[in-house]
């Protein structure tokens, strides 16, 4: 299973990007899909996520500005950010439990992506 990201770039304070994040593979069914971020210096942090049920979390700090959404015939997941700050700046990974078939569910790391907010 792969997970490839895209989207990311640099982007004026108070700007949007629309992260996208799609996963490849022999695919039977993914239960969670979700948003990680890290900031040099900064351990790794949830950004968003969402389950297989439609549950959705977010970190405190991006509430009200980013959206996480996912599109399941694609097996794909997406983070609309918007409002964005200098802070979000960093290096977003996209994270999912996939089992493939025959298979038992696996967490998958996508290669991360970079996003840059400043002026």
């Known amino acids: 299973v792969q997970l490839v990201e895209s989207g990311g770039g640099l982007v004026q304070p108070g700007g949007s990007l629309r992260l996208s994040c799609a996963a490849s593979?022999?695919?039977?069914?993914?239960?969670?899909m979700g948003w990680y971020r890290q900031a040099p210096g900064k351990e790794r942090e949830l950004v968003a996520s969402?389950?297989?049920?439609?549950?959705?979390n977010y970190v405190e700090s991006v509430k009200g500005r980013f959206t996480i959404t996912r599109d399941r015939p694609k097996n794909a997941v997406y983070l609309q950010m918007s409002s964005l700050k200098p802070e979000d700046s960093a290096v977003y990974y996209c994270?999912?439990?996939?089992?493939?078939?025959?298979?038992?569910?696996?967490?998958?790391w996508g290669k991360g992506i970079l996003v840059t907010v400043s002026s």
């Open positions: 593979g022999v695919i039977s069914s993914i239960s969670y």
């Open positions: 969402i389950t297989s049920d439609g549950s959705i």
């Open positions: 994270n999912a439990h996939v089992a493939e078939i025959m298979r038992a569910f696996m967490n998958y």
